[in-house]
């Protein structure tokens, strides 16, 4: 699939994610913080962002309203059509359980938890049944190539292995976006590219994933690169998508689609 083709919503399509004139200020005693100064942006669905930007330029800020987790002092979030923007504590939450996929650096794994129960653990917040949880847990543990090691805990697992687990454990609730912040960043590079050929993978079944990353070599496999610098988008890119290319003893994720409803 090319990268047109990838990243491009139709025309009558809205894009999944829209920001307009997104203002954050925050208030450190009588300074007032401006961490987004007016950040107007779209993302398609199936779209593969990469986002860059030194510390303290605004990515952070960007990537946690994104992911409901704070809200703007002004301007508009549309998440799938509907305005996030001035949403509940409670709604918010019901957001990201419904429509957000999180991976982190440190894969946020129990320790003395199964990698499938890892993976069923937002399941279980969403009251689905423990059969049902069963069958979606195996069903996104068998797409990131983990199919033998559902039984392992996370100290009997490899950092890219444990990672895989954390991108399964994102994907069972089935989210239109994945959010991933720095999710190569304890990871040596040929695992990295391991982790990257799964996020590729999700994007042409049909997820949005938006990337955190400092490293420019992680952003090449992204199809679009956005750089924020004090508070200000610098600058937005559409490129072609650098292959991840597996390395042969790397089980490689089954190719699914996108579940009816969820592209």
Do not use: W
């Not at 993302?43 to 962002?49: D, K, L, N, S, W």
């Not at 952003?219 to 004090?230: G, H, L, N, Q, T």
């Amino acid at each position: 699939m090319s990268t047109e083709e990838a990243t491009v919503a139709p025309a009558n399509e809205h894009p999944l994610i829209e920001l307009s004139d997104i203002q954050k200020v925050y208030a450190s005693g009588d300074v007032s913080v401006h961490a987004l100064r007016g950040v107007t942006l779209g993302i398609a669905r199936g779209e593969f962002v990469a986002v860059m930007g030194s510390s303290g330029s605004g990515k952070s800020t960007l990537m946690n309203i994104l992911g409901c987790l704070d809200r703007p002092t002004s301007g508009i979030y549309k998440l799938d059509g509907a305005e996030v923007s001035r949403l509940t504590k409670a709604e918010l939450a019901e957001v990201r359980n419904k429509t957000l996929g999180f991976v982190f650096q440190n894969f946020n794994l129990l320790a003395r938890t199964s990698a499938q129960e890892n993976v069923e653990l937002p399941l279980v917040y969403a009251g689905v049944s423990g059969k049902e949880r069963r069958r979606r847990a195996i069903a996104a543990l068998t797409r990131v190539g983990l199919q033998e090691r559902m039984d392992h805990t996370p100290n009997q697992l490899s950092g890219g292995q444990q990672q895989r687990v954390a991108i399964a454990r994102a994907i069972v609730s089935q989210p239109k976006v994945i959010l991933a912040d720095e999710p190569t960043g304890n990871l040596d590079s040929r695992t990295s590219v391991e982790v990257m050929s799964i996020f590729q993978e999700l994007g042409r079944a049909g997820i949005t994933v938006v990337l955190v990353t400092h490293e420019p070599d992680i952003a090449e496999y992204a199809s679009r690169v956005i750089v924020v610098k004090d508070g200000y988008i610098q600058s937005d890119k559409q490129r072609e998508m650098k292959e991840a290319i597996v390395p042969p003893e790397f089980v490689p994720p089954v190719s699914v689609r996108a579940p009816e409803g969820k592209a």
